[in-house]
C-alpha cells in the first residue's frame, strides 16, 4: 500500500487493484456492504489504512477515504465525504474511524 495519492479517484483505482474491491457505506446500525447484503459493526472490522483529500477550490470539501477489512474476510473502501456525523452513526463505531 502506497503512503500517499495525488487524488481520490487515484487511490481508489490502487487499493482496487490491491484486492480492496468491496464497497462499504455508513448506515445507522454501523458499515454496509451492500454488493452481500451484510452490515458489520465496529468489533467486526479493521481500519488498515485511512487517507486524507481535499477539495481542490474549497479546502473545506474534505473526503476521508478508509481502507477496511472486516472479520469475515471482506476486504474494501469507505469514502467518507460529509463527516461520520451526518448519519446516526454507533459510538462505537464512531470511535472506530476516529483519525488520531
Same mark, same amino acid.
Given at each position: 500500500?502506497?503512503?500517499?495519492?495525488?487524488?481520490?479517484?487515484? $487511490?481508489?483505482? $490502487?487499493?482496487?487493484?490491491? /484486492?480492496?474491491?468491496? &464497497?462499504?457505506?455508513?448506515? &445507522? $446500525?454501523? %458499515?454496509?456492504?451492500?454488493?452481500?447484503?451484510? %452490515?458489520?459493526?465496529?468489533?467486526? #472490522?479493521?481500519?488498515?489504512?485511512?487517507?486524507?483529500?481535499? /477539495?481542490?477550490?474549497?479546502? &473545506? !470539501?474534505?473526503?476521508? #477515504?478508509?481502507?477496511?477489512?472486516?472479520?469475515?474476510?471482506?476486504?474494501?473502501?469507505?469514502? &467518507?465525504?460529509?463527516?461520520?456525523?451526518?448519519?446516526?452513526?454507533?459510538? !462505537?463505531? %464512531?470511535?472506530?474511524?476516529?483519525?488520531?
Amino acid at each position: 500500500m502506497e503512503k500517499s495519492y495525488v487524488s481520490l479517484s487515484v $487511490a481508489i483505482e $490502487a487499493l482496487q487493484a490491491e /484486492g480492496y474491491t468491496e &464497497d462499504f457505506n455508513l448506515c &445507522d $446500525a454501523g %458499515i454496509e456492504n451492500k454488493s452481500k447484503k451484510k %452490515i458489520h459493526k465496529a468489533t467486526e #472490522l479493521d481500519v488498515v489504512k485511512f487517507y486524507r483529500f481535499e /477539495g481542490m477550490s474549497n479546502p &473545506d !470539501d474534505n473526503t476521508i #477515504l478508509y481502507v477496511i477489512e472486516t472479520s469475515t474476510g471482506e476486504k474494501g473502501l469507505l469514502v &467518507d465525504a460529509y463527516g461520520m456525523y451526518a448519519v446516526n452513526v454507533p459510538k !462505537d463505531l %464512531i470511535e472506530k474511524l476516529r483519525l488520531t
